[in-house]
């Protein structure tokens, strides 16, 4: 069971542990993650779900694929860095157990 | 419903060949959601021959509309081919055409989209809130009490058009030329609304030179948090062309105003029609913020969004071509019961509420869904504070639109603490 903390603008730590092959915006939608809307369910077609990955952990989940629809959506977020992902394109794994995402200022 | 009224229904009896839903008479008297549950459930991707808006396809179905809103690529926004509604979008004689990004494709519409997202960002919002706040609480306090009243022109307009003054930062008495400008932004000739194109024009060119002078004053003061002062000021937009510039303020006020007005109206209405939701929010004013959502779904206030396929595609089995016009129905996969439970009943604590397609998806989704949710709240919260009952004592008039989905008129009382 992989952990996923997620990290509130004023300092608040929610970690989650899940199921391997949870994705991130699920973890965060059924454990009342505030910030977390996942509008679309989980479709990378609303991007309400926009998370900054630590930078430690960029490395293993990877970033947006440059032209797809992720990256077509995170542009148009408030406060989209290149650390920016959608959560519900990352799928946990015990290789990202730990993994930290911040969730961006005003995502609300 | 009884077989003998199913049968009597032409929404069941019209042979699916010549099912055709674009009729606006539909959406007036309020029938139009039998013939689309028929469609979602024998024919759910229809293809309609013939129709006053030319052959045209409806997807009814929650996933499969999805499917062609996240797959621009294929399915075109574009203007010049057609645009975002079932009626082509008009390029006729003197029309005075605005460009507008939810009409253009990437990557056009991106470079615009990011360059005015900023303007209505939740972090801009939040500066906005207490303004807001307390000119709705003037608008709801002057209304009388136990007396019959239109709530679409005293309440659900007149909100909307304070909110879009408050964005703008526009002359205060002059606020209700923000209402005439988005009427006539969207109307046609046929419409009444204006008696011919170059009435229309005139009126547009009339609001370029309003908003040009806003502009030239904002661009000379220090930046504030209102939209015009922050699009003068901001480096991605300071330079805009001016006919630019106008298209998307324009888009602003037009996409707010419909929109959010018939959402207050049809709030209310659903209360009514409703009553133990209605006691079960008078009980918790905390459940506002997730009825919210719940409204937006449950009126659905774009009936539909269109597209025209760029290639030959698929979608539920059927062959789309190269071409041809697709009309994704909201209304109708806003009550597709495969996605959501109990789709045809109003359940103002709704577990996953947001889900739902009012705000349509992928690149093109409602820039302003923030601002309007914010009116929504801030509007229920005040009206909670100040009346036991807003009580519909008559029979709604409903919009004669296949695109808006709204009121024109709202007959109420109001009932003090
Ligand atoms: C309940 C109220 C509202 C509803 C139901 C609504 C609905 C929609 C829909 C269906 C779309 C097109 C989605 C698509 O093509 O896939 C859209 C786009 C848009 N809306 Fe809204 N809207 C609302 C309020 C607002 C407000 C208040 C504003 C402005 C402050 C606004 C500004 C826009 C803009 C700028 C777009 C174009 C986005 C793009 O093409 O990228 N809307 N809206
Ligand atoms: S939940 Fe909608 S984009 Fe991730």
Request: hydrophobic letters at 40%; one cysteine or more.
């Amino acid at each position: 069971m992989p952990t996923v903390i997620f990290i509130e603008p004023d300092g608040a730590e929610y970690p989650i542990a899940v199921k391997n092959g949870t994705t991130a915006r699920d973890a965060a939608v059924n454990n009342g993650v505030p910030g977390i809307d996942g509008d679309c369910g989980g479709e990378c077609a609303c991007a309400t779900c926009h998370v900054h990955v630590d930078a430690a952990w960029i490395a293993r989940t990877g970033m947006a694929e440059p032209g797809g629809m992720e990256a077509n959506l995170l542009q148009f977020a408030e406060g989209s860095t290149e650390n920016s992902r959608l959560a519900c394109q990352i799928t946990m794994t015990d290789d990202l157990d730990g993994l930290t995402l911040r969730i961006p200022d005003g995502q609300h | 419903m009884t077989t003998d009224t199913l049968v009597r229904d032409p929404a069941s009896t019209v042979p699916l060949s010549r099912m055709d839903v674009s009729d606006p008479k539909l959406f007036q008297n309020d029938t139009i959601g039998s013939y689309f549950a028929r469609l979602r459930r024998e024919d759910p991707v229809h293809y309609c021959p013939e129709s006053a808006y030319g052959p045209y396809w409806s997807v009814t179905k929650f996933n499969d509309i999805m499917q062609v809103e996240v797959n621009h690529q294929t399915f075109s926004s574009e203007a010049k081919i057609g645009g975002i509604a079932i009626q082509d979008m008009q390029t006729g004689e003197g029309a005075l055409e605005l460009e507008m990004f939810i009409a253009m494709d990437p990557p056009k519409h991106d470079a615009q989209r990011k360059a005015v997202s900023p303007a209505v960002a939740p972090s801009n919002l939040v500066l906005l809130e207490p303004i807001i706040r307390e000119r709705a609480g003037l608008i709801l306090d002057s209304l009388p009490i136990g007396e019959e009243i239109d709530w679409v022109d005293r309440v659900s307009v007149e909100l909307t058009t304070m909110t879009l003054a408050t964005l703008f930062d526009f002359p205060w008495e002059e606020r209700r030329r923000l209402t005439r400008w988005s009427d006539v932004a969207t109307a046609t000739p046929e419409t009444g609304v204006v008696s011919s194109w170059e009435q229309r024009r005139e009126e547009l060119l009339e609001c370029a030179y309003y908003f040009k002078d806003l502009w030239d004053k904002r661009i000379n003061e220090s930046p504030k948090s209102d939209l015009i002062s922050m699009m003068a000021h901001s480096p991605a937009t300071r330079d805009m062309p001016f006919l630019e510039f106008l298209g998307n303020l324009m888009l602003l006020i037009v996409g707010g105003n419909d929109t959010t007005r018939n959402s207050i109206s049809g709030g209310v209405l659903a209360l009514n029609q409703n009553p133990a939701e209605y006691r079960k929010l008078m009980a918790d004013p905390g459940l506002i913020p997730k009825m919210i959502p719940e409204i937006i779904r449950w009126q659905t206030p774009l009936t539909h969004m269109r597209r025209t396929a760029l290639m030959d595609a698929e979608i539920g089995g059927k062959k789309i071509r190269k071409g041809d016009k697709v009309v994704m129905w909201y209304m109708s996969g806003n009550r597709d019961e495969e996605v959501i439970d109990r789709p045809d009943e109003f359940i103002i604590d709704r577990p996953n509420s947001r889900h739902h397609l009012s705000f349509g998806f992928g690149v093109h989704r409602c820039m302003g869904n923030r601002v309007a949710e914010l009116q929504l709240r801030i509007i229920w919260e005040e009206i909670l504070k100040r009346f036991s009952k807003v009580e519909v004592v008559g029979a709604p008039e409903r919009t004669l639109s296949n695109f808006i989905h709204g009121f024109t008129h709202l007959p109420v009382k109001l009932h003090a603490h």
